[in-house]
Every structure is written in structure tokens, then in C-alpha cells.
């Protein structure tokens, strides 16, 4: 298993050969692949479990920076769970292990290494400023990377499940909304009908604190534990509600599931044309995207927030907003005019480096969207 922009041929130290390699699969949520190569009796590493890391816990790196070949350095696990927003998947899983061991390019698709010698997770990235190593190393946990693996191995394409919710990280201002004892957990904005969230009682504004009793404190964390299950397996949820904790057993769905299916097809529908042609007024957000207030031409009061342009690769892009989406809320509260939104992104990322767009998609589409500053 290889981080999926990595070359697909490998060398042997011990018979210093080259193989022809076939890619089996390869999931652009995770930047993963799967290739095969053929031989017997292969030298292979043992697995560990990537559940059981804890901050501070020595791992090795092991790759080939700089084409120095079987380069290994060490260091110790600096955080969990990270998101880095280094894959441009709209779908994408981002739960890393950070690092403070030297981690270059070349590195990625290498191991990490716990000091039992198994393999705890797959390099894949480094933050840096100039290129090199800064002590900000990023891998793929292997609980996640060993399920992906099986699923492209034995069915050719990852088997996702689904909880049928769009959701928010909770920020101090809004746990404090609700009433809760720490800034943790997700709040569900929407809800599939008929989805799995929404047959177990699930509503929206529920935060959910856990999921098999792992705790979840942003929105990957919840991404990352249902993405190590199968379509069909069961989860326990623990969630706030109105001050109470509640515990829910859900049933999984994939996207074979017709609630589930429909739902993805409209988030994947082209936003509609607008009648709304005259431009009062428009602004160039820094995460990536132009809001215009447009207005009819015989009544300048009616006007919609409508995204005009949305930079490729900006951080609007990969997070999925659209030209010609409406803008019709930030952080939970309705925003009415562009100085509005510009005051309200404004103080979101000052207080947050994050905030959450409400725009409505079509005619009944609405969608949330969570965007940080990189």
C-alpha cells in the first residue's frame, strides 16, 4: 500500500530487483492505492494499531528522501487526528498522525513505526515553509489505511458508509449556545431523510460527543471513525441534546441506499440559474471566492448573496462551493447584505480560523460548509 501519487515500481534490497506493479485500486478520499506485485516469500511487516498512539509516544519514519534509500529518523507523536487540507477531494478523510520525525519528500508512501517495529501509519506529507523538513511530519493511520486496503483489495472500490447527517465542529460561541460542558463534538445541520441518523431519532442541532466510545472532537474525527466501517455495521453514537446525553445504535448505509444516493446527487447538482441580473455590489473573499449582491432590474431591494467565482485549488474550491451558490448564513445566523457576510467571515476567522457557510443549491438544497484559513 502506497500513498496514491507514489511510483507504482519497488525495489528489493535483499535481491536488488525491480518489480512490474499493477495498481489494484486506489481511493482519492484517502490518497491511497493498493498495487500487487508478483513473487513469493517477500519480507513484510507486522501490523499494529494506530487506535493505541497517544501524544508523546516514540515512532520512526522510514522512506527514501532525497533518493537516500532505506533512510530511517525518529521522533515522537506530536498530535492526533489532524487536518491539514492537503487533499482536494470534496470527500476527503484527513486524520493524521503528526510528527516530529524527519519527514522530507521521498518520505511519502513510507512507513511509521512504533518501537515494537509495526506499522502504525504511512507517511504521506509535511507542513513546511521552505521545502524541507520543520518537525511537522503527517501520516495516514494504519486502522484507517489497513480498512481502505481491504476494501480495494477484495471489492475493487472502498466500501463507505454513511450516517446520513452534514455536520459543523462546535466552536466555543456555539457550545456555549447550547449549553455545553466543553468545546467539543459536532453539531448536525442537516439530516438525510429516511438515512440512518435520521431512523435512529437523531435531529438536527444533536451534537454528537462520541462514536464507539471514541471521542469525537472535530468534524474528521466523526469522518475517520465511520470511514473504518462497512455499509450494513452498527455504531453506537453518544450525543447532547438540550442538556441530556443520549445513546443511539445506528445501522449503516451505503451508497446504494436510495435516501443516501439521492442525497449525494443533489449535493453534486450544478447550482441553478438566476433571474437576479443586476450587480449592486461584490467582494473577493481571501479563502477563494467572489459574492456579488444581485438584484432585480426593476427592484434593486430584492437581492440574493450569490457566489460569482470560486478560485481552482482555493480553499472555497476544495471544500466544494459553487458559482452561482446563495449564501444564506454564517456561523448559524441569517446574513442579509455583503457587508454583513463581510463582517461576520470577518470575525469568525479572527476568533476561530474557521468559519461555516449556510448557501442554498437549487431550488431545495441547502448545504453547509465548513472552511478554514490554511
Same mark, same amino acid.
Given at each position: 500500500?502506497?500513498?496514491?501519487?507514489?511510483?507504482?515500481?519497488?525495489?528489493?534490497?535483499?535481491?536488488?530487483?525491480?518489480? !512490474? $506493479?499493477?495498481? =489494484? #485500486?486506489?481511493?482519492?478520499? /484517502?490518497?491511497?492505492?493498493?498495487?500487487k506485485i508478483d513473487d513469493q516469500d517477500l519480507p513484510h511487516t507486522i501490523i499494529g494499531d494506530s487506535d493505541m498512539l497517544e501524544i508523546g509516544d516514540?515512532?520512526?519514519?522510514?522512506?527514501?528522501?532525497?533518493?537516500?534509500?532505506?533512510?530511517?529518523?525518529?521522533?515522537?507523536?506530536?498530535?492526533?487526528?489532524?487536518?491539514? *487540507?492537503?487533499?482536494? !477531494?470534496?470527500?476527503?478523510?484527513?486524520?493524521?498522525? *503528526?510528527?516530529?520525525?524527519?519527514?522530507?519528500? +521521498?518520505?511519502?508512501?513510507?512507513?511509521?513505526?512504533?518501537?515494537? +517495529?509495526?506499522?502504525?501509519?504511512?507517511? /504521506?506529507?509535511?507542513?513546511?515553509?521552505?521545502?524541507? @523538513?520543520? +518537525?511537522?511530519?503527517?501520516?495516514?493511520?494504519?486502522?484507517? &489505511?489497513?480498512?481502505?486496503?481491504?476494501?480495494?483489495?477484495?471489492? #475493487?472500490?472502498?466500501?463507505? &458508509?454513511?450516517?446520513?447527517?452534514?455536520?459543523?465542529?462546535?466552536?466555543?460561541?456555539?457550545?456555549?449556545?447550547?449549553?455545553?460542558?466543553?468545546?467539543?463534538?459536532?453539531?448536525?445541520?442537516?439530516?438525510?431523510?429516511?438515512?440512518? $441518523?435520521?431512523?435512529?431519532? =437523531?435531529?438536527?442541532?444533536?451534537?454528537?460527543?462520541?462514536?464507539?466510545? %471514541?471521542?469525537?472532537?472535530?468534524?474528521?474525527?466523526?469522518?475517520?471513525?465511520? &470511514?473504518?466501517?462497512?455499509?450494513?455495521?452498527?455504531?453506537?453514537?453518544?450525543?447532547?441534546? @438540550?442538556?441530556?446525553?443520549?445513546?443511539? *445504535?445506528?445501522?449503516? %448505509?451505503?451508497?446504494?441506499?436510495?435516501?443516501?444516493?439521492?442525497? $449525494?446527487?443533489?449535493?453534486?447538482?450544478?447550482?441553478?440559474?438566476?433571474?437576479?441580473?443586476?450587480?449592486?455590489?461584490?467582494?473577493?473573499?481571501?479563502?477563494?471566492?467572489?459574492?456579488?449582491?444581485?438584484?432585480?432590474?426593476?427592484?434593486?431591494?430584492?437581492?440574493?448573496?450569490?457566489?460569482?467565482?470560486?478560485?481552482?485549488?482555493?480553499?472555497?474550491?476544495?471544500?466544494?462551493?459553487? &458559482?452561482?451558490?446563495?449564501?444564506?448564513?454564517?456561523?448559524?445566523?441569517?446574513?442579509?447584505?455583503?457587508?454583513?457576510?463581510?463582517?461576520?467571515? !470577518?470575525?469568525?476567522?479572527?476568533?476561530?480560523?474557521?468559519?461555516?457557510? #449556510?448557501?442554498?443549491? #437549487?431550488? !431545495?438544497?441547502? $448545504?453547509?460548509?465548513?472552511?478554514?484559513?490554511?
Open positions: 500500500m502506497y500513498s496514491y501519487e507514489q511510483s507504482c515500481s519497488g525495489r528489493s534490497e535483499e535481491r536488488a530487483g525491480f518489480y !512490474d $506493479a499493477s495498481i =489494484i #485500486g486506489r481511493d482519492p478520499q /484517502t490518497d491511497l492505492a493498493v498495487i516514540w515512532v520512526m519514519a522510514v522512506g527514501n528522501p532525497l533518493r537516500l534509500r532505506s533512510t530511517v529518523t525518529a521522533g515522537i507523536v506530536s498530535a492526533l487526528g489532524r487536518n491539514v *487540507q492537503i487533499i482536494s !477531494d470534496r470527500m476527503s478523510i484527513e486524520h493524521f498522525i *503528526q510528527t516530529d520525525a524527519a519527514i522530507n519528500k +521521498g518520505n511519502s508512501g513510507g512507513a511509521l513505526v512504533n518501537m515494537s +517495529g509495526e506499522l502504525i501509519g504511512i507517511n /504521506t506529507a509535511i507542513a513546511t515553509e521552505n521545502g524541507g @523538513n520543520q +518537525g511537522y511530519g503527517f501520516a495516514i493511520p494504519i486502522n484507517l &489505511a489497513f480498512k481502505i486496503g481491504r476494501d480495494l483489495i477484495e471489492f #475493487g472500490e472502498v466500501q463507505r &458508509a454513511f450516517l446520513g447527517v452534514q455536520i459543523v465542529s462546535v466552536d466555543d460561541r456555539r457550545a456555549r449556545q447550547l449549553g455545553l460542558r466543553q468545546i467539543s463534538g459536532v453539531e448536525i445541520v442537516e439530516i438525510v431523510p429516511e438515512g440512518s $441518523a435520521d431512523r435512529a431519532g =437523531i435531529k438536527v442541532s444533536d451534537v454528537i460527543l462520541s462514536v464507539n466510545d %471514541y471521542p469525537v472532537g472535530e468534524s474528521n474525527d466523526l469522518q475517520a471513525r465511520i &470511514a473504518l466501517n462497512r455499509p450494513g455495521d452498527t455504531v453506537k453514537v453518544t450525543l447532547w441534546r @438540550n442538556g441530556d446525553i443520549l445513546e443511539k *445504535q445506528l445501522e449503516l %448505509y451505503g451508497m446504494d441506499n436510495e435516501s443516501i444516493n439521492r442525497w $449525494a446527487q443533489r449535493m453534486d447538482d450544478q447550482p441553478m440559474d438566476l433571474d437576479f441580473d443586476t450587480e449592486v455590489d461584490s467582494h473577493t473573499f481571501d479563502l477563494g471566492f467572489t459574492v456579488a449582491e444581485l438584484a432585480q432590474p426593476d427592484d434593486l431591494a430584492s437581492f440574493e448573496l450569490v457566489i460569482t467565482g470560486v478560485e481552482p485549488g482555493s480553499e472555497a474550491s476544495r471544500r466544494g462551493l459553487r &458559482a452561482n451558490d446563495i449564501i444564506v448564513g454564517v456561523d448559524n445566523r441569517t446574513v442579509t447584505s455583503l457587508d454583513e457576510l463581510k463582517m461576520l467571515l !470577518d470575525n469568525s476567522l479572527k476568533e476561530d480560523n474557521r468559519v461555516v457557510l #449556510g448557501v442554498r443549491r #437549487g431550488e !431545495d438544497t441547502l $448545504a453547509y460548509y465548513e472552511l478554514r484559513i490554511r
